[in-house]
């Protein structure tokens, strides 16, 4: 990755900024520097990068909580729109790369204020990737950060350490202690995870510690019977058992003699019931006889009801017709027709008179339009002079106005023109000062900078005094401590000695393996043991299985038998159903309402026709309905035999699935036996004895935890030894440091004494020189106390008479405009005068024509009337007289029309009332015949009981009759039923009779039953007791599994708690970043051998210590506290450059930014920086230095540099020197 160009608008300081890499200088050279006063934008720029590929910077990801107001936005401390420049409306940075894949793309981040005005609100950033030319848009927001870290191959956190490198950093990871070692390598690498993972060891430690503690104590609490108490409670059991066994047979025999008795009585009260019923279905029969009769007659009337109700229906339509035909007679057309004749003469004669008016006035109208046309001529110029006359009114007031306000302007400047006169005349040196004023100013302005640099040289003075005397303090407290801390050094370094001693008798990877075989062996014990309670319980399901698809198999076999049933019922009541609709269809009706009486049917030859009716009758509708809920009933039963069907057959594949899954857990299970057994038959036979585990174990961990306690504290001795050498080491070089320091301070305050005598001989020379310009001696003592409140209000005086003058200069020029505005605005003014009274003459003539045409015109016609309304008025009464003889020629034609249909309709009744009455007499015919039949058969029958009967509706008669057959039906049943209990009576009475009284054996039975609850109190109280031991052995049994897999899960998190956790991760950490400073060291090994050929880094053994190896010392290891300052920032660099390939891996980078502070290195440790950075430059990388180091500018020719302006910004220019 390889950065091209970096272009910036309106970011902080910098208000636009172009840098390109491939333009010369740039383009030929691999070192740069960027150079500038401080608060200048030299970071801005690594800013604008960071932007550009990732929408963020390092320098704002410190607080990503709190707001604060930003031009009237509240947005968080970390938003990076922060860096828009204020005052400005949009700003973005853009960067041009080379990407991995070797093509050149743009990167751009925006943002820009609502509306493109400074006080609309800020919008949301906007990050784009754009192709090399920045024309064509290739991703946008999410997308384009998604694509960026594809190309660029580095998220944000390796791109702020492999390009924008920072050597500080590294400075303090070489002075610190291992455990600040493993915290800044932790911060620097971005590997926090492991000390997460060693915290959640601990936690997972913990947790199990405390589950398997609950554990236990729940297990204590479970309570088993003793051997003795265990056999007692079986025999109480056992006997208790016989006694109630012999208390059941005893039981039965009673309810037999109970139940003879119970059997005679219930046939004796059958008996009763059945005799008492039969008397009352006779007597309810005998009672409603006639009733019954009477709805037999009724049901034979029935033969006769259509002829009946014909005869009705025509006596109804002869009437009817007799009626129409006296209304038709009633009605007298003739004399309505000649009325109606003579309205049409009449309106005819009206409409002559109104077409003879209208003819009469048509000169009128033409005089009466040329009359309105004249008034609105007239009418119209008036209105145009008005309007005239008002723009004229008008243009005269304005004039008259601005004569007015012109003649006060004129009269307040003459006024402003005095004051300003009198004012400057009163001060004549300030306006011989003003003259020179700029250059007087800059003399100012360099005093004032050279008095307020002698007041901080003071300052500084003072400050090197503390200094000196506290340098020389510390000097004197380190000398003891140093002498200290190596008699602590020596007595440590013995004890750890003694410890790695005891560490060398014991084995620990032979007791581990040991203990691992040993637990090994235990858990494949449990596993046979487990396995085999497993296949025992899985067998008893599989048989209770097996017994289910029996049972369910027969009742599937049973539920389809019952849906076969259903289906051939349903299929008769459908055919029933169809049977009798057919019968009583539209169709056959009709062939009914076609039969004539005397002619033969189509269908059975006879000439009677009792059953003719002109629709279905209602026996048909309630045979409909009786098999319509036959068939709902058998359609019902359809469906609940199939869903018993279905729910069978589900069940019954339900139990198929659970025994083939049960089945298959069987052979799961038994293959599982088979390996575990050959994992016992692998073990040795020493550690097949279970009673010798425990024993082995308990010795083994013994040993585990005096290793691990010696290993502990080797390991505290050992880092007590490390800190010791590091506080020595730190002491030592201290010592040094301050001396260094004492003798620093010295030459400064040197330094600082001369400097402030050459400031105080120049603000005298400067003193002098105002003095010659201004001598005012006030303002002069002034100046001599204090100088920068002088120079400010010497400064504000010339600037308000500059102002006076420029003021007095402009009021002159203003007057001189005014009178010649003055002149022109009266000679307008006249002219308007003479334009108004001219328009006002030629309206007033205008207003008078208008009127005489107006008295004219109302001499004809009302003036509120127009004369096309006068026209319409008589055309639309002529028109009205027109339409009144054509609706009275309507209405005439209309009664002629009723006349001639009144004759037709009269003879077309007459017809129907003849046809009436003959039907009438053949329908009586019939009647007769029928009545002269029935009255054989039933003499009670008459004509009058016949017509009362057909009046009878058939929901009354037909329940009668209904109810007649029933009572009929329930009588023979009810004789057949008595008959029949009398017959079992008897033959009761004969079999079996018991010897005791029925009260003797009902006291028995009582006896008996209170014997056997109190003996089931016994049995329950015992089984319970029983139970509850036989179910807490087999919990004890098979929680013991599982305490041993808890058991064996703690000590295997309790062994890496031990190794690897603590509460804070700090052991887990330090192993992990043990590892990790070794694959750095090896990174910055390999730059460090490009940057100087003697030194290269190492670890000291396990640790987190660094070490020194001096090749030409003959690869002496040193300590890293014995380097130089030159020496340490080589080291740091080659650090920094190996995190940088750390973090990038495979990604190639060939632009670098280098921000590390050179301003803190003395001027031979600097020049060792820059011949490492000379040499950095030609590995091909593109190396940009940040810093504002005279030494530094002045050796790298090719220079970014950053200026301040006036106002808040500054200005970027790249040279070449």
């Not at 509240?74 to 990407?99: C, M, N, W």
């Not at 039981?251 to 119970?262: F, I, M, N, P, V």
């Not at 129409?324 to 004749?341: F, G, R, T, V, Y």
């Not at 070490?1107 to 014995?1122: C, F, K, L, P």
Request: glycine share 4%; proline share 1%; hydrophobic share 35%.
């Amino acid at each position: 990755m390889r950065i091209l160009t970096i272009e910036v608008k309106n970011l902080a300081s910098l208000p636009e900024a172009h840098i390109d890499f491939n333009a010369v200088p740039l383009k030929n050279t691999g070192l740069f520097a960027i150079t500038g006063e401080t608060g200048a934008g030299k970071s801005t720029l690594l800013d604008a990068i960071c932007l550009a590929f990732y929408g963020k910077t390092a320098r704002l990801k410190s607080d990503s909580k709190n707001k604060v107001a930003f031009n009237g936005d509240e947005i968080k401390l970390s938003d990076p729109r922060h860096l828009l420049r204020r005052g400005t409306v949009s700003g973005y940075a853009q960067v041009g790369f080379v990407a991995q894949d070797g093509e050149q793309y743009t990167a751009r981040w925006q943002v820009a204020r609502a509306r493109n005005k400074i006080d609309g609100r800020i919008k949301e950033a906007e990050l784009v990737l754009l192709d090399a030319s920045g024309e064509h848009v290739l991703a946008q927001k999410s997308n384009a950060k998604q694509k960026l870290l594809q190309l660029i191959g580095l998220n944000f956190e390796q791109f702020t350490r492999a390009v924008l490198l920072a050597q500080h950093d590294f400075a303090a990871f070489l002075k610190a202690n291992a455990d600040e070692r493993a915290q800044l390598l932790e911060c620097l690498t971005a590997t926090e995870q492991f000390s997460r993972v060693g915290k959640m060891i601990f936690e997972f430690h913990k947790q199990k510690s405390e589950a398997l503690t609950l554990f236990k104590q729940k297990l204590g609490d479970i309570e088993l019977l003793s051997d003795d108490d265990l056999a007692l409670k079986e025999g109480q059991l056992t006997e208790l058992q016989q006694q109630q066994n012999q208390l059941q047979v005893k039981a039965k025999e009673l309810d037999l003699h109970l139940g003879w008795y119970t059997a005679k009585s219930k046939l004796e009260r059958q008996i009763t019931v059945l005799t008492g019923n039969l008397s009352d279905q006779e007597a309810l029969l005998t009672g409603r006889s006639e009733e019954f009769k009477r709805a037999y007659l009724a049901l034979l009337t029935q033969q006769i009801a259509d002829n009946r109700i014909q005869a009705k229906q025509l006596k109804v339509n002869t009437a009817r017709a007799q009626e129409d035909l006296k209304a038709l007679a009633a009605q007298d057309l003739q004399s309505d027709i000649a009325a109606q004749e003579q309205v049409v003469q009449a309106n005819i004669a009206q409409l002559s008179s109104a077409e003879a008016l209208l003819e009469k006035h048509q000169p009128d109208i033409a005089k009466v339009r040329e009359l309105d046309q004249v008034g609105n001529e007239h009418t119209k110029l008036a209105a145009q002079f008005k309007e005239q006359v008002a723009q004229q009114q008008a243009l005269e007031k304005q004039y008259v106005q601005s004569q007015q306000t012109l003649q006060t302007q004129l009269a307040a400047l003459e006024t402003e023109k005095n004051q300003l006169d009198a004012q400057l005349r009163q001060s004549p040196q300030l306006i011989s000062l003003c003259a020179s004023w700029p250059q007087t100013f800059e003399v100012l302005q360099q005093y004032l900078r050279e008095h307020s640099d002698r007041q901080a040289l003071l300052t500084e003075q003072s400050a090197l005094q503390a200094q000196h005397q506290t340098a020389l303090q510390a000097v004197m407290q380190v000398e003891p401590k140093c002498m200290n801390l190596e008699q602590q050094v020596n007595a440590v370094q013995a004890e750890v000695s003694q410890l790695q001693h005891s560490l060398g008798e014991l084995d620990y990877e032979k007791l581990q393996f040991r203990r691992s075989q040993l637990n090994k062996a235990q858990q494949a014990l449990d596993q046979q043991h487990l396995l085999n309670d497993e296949l025992v319980q899985l067998q008893a399901q599989i048989d209770g299985l097996r017994h289910q698809q029996h049972s369910a198999e027969s009742q599937r076999k049973d539920a389809e038998h019952q849906d076969e049933l259903t289906r051939q019922q349903l299929n008769l009541t459908q055919e029933n159903l169809h049977q009798v609709k057919l019968r009583a269809s539209d169709n056959i009706s009709a062939l009914r309402g076609q039969l004539e009486h005397g002619k033969e049917c189509m269908v059975c030859g006879a000439t009677e026709h009792p059953y003719r009716v002109d629709h279905i009758d209602s026996h048909w509708q309630q045979l409909i309905r009786d098999f319509t809920s036959q068939y709902q009933a058998a359609e019902k039963a359809r469906q609940q035999t199939q869903a018993r069907y279905h729910e069978v057959v589900s069940h019954l594949e339900q139990i198929n699935g659970q025994l083939q899954a049960a089945l298959q857990q069987k052979a799961q299970l038994m293959k599982k036996q088979q390996v575990n057994q050959a994992v016992l038959d692998e073990l040795p036979e020493s550690l097949r004895h279970v009673d010798q585990h425990a024993e082995q174990l308990r010795l083994i961990d013994e040993q585990l935890a005096l290793y691990s306690e010696l290993s502990k504290t080797q390991q505290q001795k050992f880092q007590v030894l490390q800190q010791s050498q590091q506080q020595l080491h730190t002491l030592q070089s201290s010592l040094t440091h301050q001396q260094q320091q004492l003798q620093a301070i010295e030459q400064s305050q040197t330094t600082l004494n001369q400097r402030d005598n050459e400031l105080i001989q120049s603000c005298e020379q400067l003193s002098k020189r105002v003095a010659e310009v201004y001598d005012d001696e006030q303002w002069l003592t002034q100046f001599t106390n204090a100088p920068e409140s002088a120079v400010n209000i010497l400064s504000e005086q010339v600037n308000v008479l500059n102002t006076q003058q420029e003021l007095y200069a402009q009021v002159v020029k203003s007057i001189e405009q005014c009178i010649p505005q003055q002149q022109t605005t009266q000679a307008l003014l006249d002219k308007v005068r003479q334009q108004l009274d001219s328009l006002n003459a030629q309206l007033s003539e205008h207003q008078q024509l208008s009127e005489h045409a107006k008295t004219q015109r109302s001499a004809l016609l009302a003036l509120d009337t127009t004369p096309e309304q006068w026209h319409q008025q008589l055309q639309d009464g002529v028109s009205a007289i027109r339409q009144q003889i054509q609706s009275h020629k309507d209405t005439l034609a209309q009664l002629h029309k009723q006349h001639d249909e009144k004759v037709l309709r009269q003879a077309h009744l007459n017809q129907q009332v003849a046809e009436y009455q003959s039907t009438l007499e053949e329908n009586q015919l019939r009647f007769l015949d029928w009545f002269t039949h029935a009255q054989q058969q039933h003499p009670v029958l008459t004509e009058v009981l016949v017509e009362e009967l057909l009046d009878w509706q058939p929901a009354i008669w037909q329940p009668l009759i209904e109810q007649a057959k029933l009572l009929e039906q329930q009588r023979d049943t009810t004789k057949s039923q008595l008959a029949h209990v009398k017959s079992n009576l008897a033959e009761h009475l004969e079999h079996a009779k018991p010897e005791h009284l029925l009260s003797e054996i009902t006291a028995a039975l009582k006896d008996v039953n209170a014997q056997q609850a109190e003996l089931q109190t016994h049995i329950v109280t015992v089984s319970v007791t029983l139970q509850t031991h036989r179910d807490n052995a087999e919990k004890l049994k098979s929680q013991q599994g599982v305490l041993q897999q808890m058991q064996a899960d703690y000590e295997h998190w309790h062994l890496l708690n031990r190794l690897l956790g603590d509460a804070t991760g700090k052991t887990m950490r330090n192993l992990a970043q043990t590892q990790t400073l070794k694959i750095l060291l090896h990174y910055a090994n390999h730059h460090l051998s490009s940057l100087s050929r003697r030194y290269r880094l190492t670890v000291i053994g396990q640790s987190l210590e660094i070490a020194i190896i001096d090749r030409d010392m003959a690869d002496e290891q040193r300590s890293v506290n014995t380097l130089s300052g030159g020496e340490s920032f080589l080291v740091s660099l080659a650090l920094a450059l190996g995190l940088a390939s750390l973090s990038s891996n495979q990604v190639q980078i060939n632009s670098l930014f280098i921000d590390e502070g050179f301003g803190t290195l003395d001027p031979e440790t600097l020049s060792v920086a820059l011949d490492a950075l000379d040499a950095l430059q030609s590995q091909g990388r593109k190396v940009g230095v940040i810093s504002h180091v005279a030494q530094m500018t002045e050796r790298v020719a090719t220079q970014i540099r950053i200026k301040k302006q006036s106002g808040g910004y500054s200005t970027v220019t790249t040279k070449e020197s």
